[in-house]
């Protein structure tokens, strides 16, 4: 839904797709890792978890960003205080996943689930830094093009399409998905990869938390458990480290 939402946007703005291999082997992987993989592995992992669990284990982004763009970019190193910071942040995470193994094992792997689903948004945004000279618009088209392609064959072999209705909230539901959180969040996240870089991008996943809870609380009544708190109390406390300049 998401690539033919960008369709006519493109074909208005007279917008060509790469046609080189680099770069089209390039935004193939992106798919793969922002969108196919995520896009599988963060809804199959909530129906182990709640969405303020998903929302914490998410926020684990920067510290990964932090640590992937020191060994793969020449402008985003860490200093010890930032290292420090990653060093506090994954220690709640550590907590959270701690909760989940000794209460229930399919919560643990829906929580490794979603942290998997983490790396492979900071891997991409990697990947999106390369191919900075495509336009932002065909960036996303692109991927969502591929994405589809990809995803494709698991659903001729699944039970998707049976009783689908296009007149309930769940259709609906996706709609949104598609065309706001995915395609136009998508077009502003490229911009701002491009443009200063994973890490400060990564820092947008320490807001999740705050509005899930909130969002949380308000449409499906969920409480969030004593140990999420603590979590996203040593999560900040990194973020806070993190920032410290001496």
Partial sequence: MAALFFLPLIFI?????????????????????????????????????????????????????????????????????????????????????????????????????VLLASFGYILSGILLRKVSYVSSLITSCTMFIFASIILFPFLLFSNSFDGINIFNESFYSLIFLALIPTAFASVLRIEIIQSVGVQFMSQVTYLIPL????????????????????????????????NIKK
């Fill in 13 to 113: 703005k007279n917008l060509s797709f790469p046609k080189d291999f680099k770069t089209l082997k390039i935004l193939f992987i992106a798919a793969l890792v922002n969108n196919v993989i995520p896009f599988s592995l963060i809804p199959w992992g909530q129906q182990y978890i709640s969405s303020s669990t998903t929302a914490i284990v998410l926020a684990v982004g920067p510290f990964i960003a932090l640590i992937l763009s020191h060994f793969t970019t020449k402008d985003e190193k860490f200093t010890f205080m930032k290292f420090l910071g990653v060093g506090c942040g994954f220690f709640g995470i550590v907590i959270l996943l701690a909760d989940g193994l000794t209460k229930d094992i399919s919560g643990f792997y829906g929580q490794i689930a």
């Fill in 211 to 242: 509005f899930t809870i909130f969002f949380a609380w308000l449409i499906f009544d969920e409480k969030a458990d004593n140990i999420i708190y603590l979590s996203l109390f040593f999560v900040f406390l990194g973020l806070l480290i993190r």
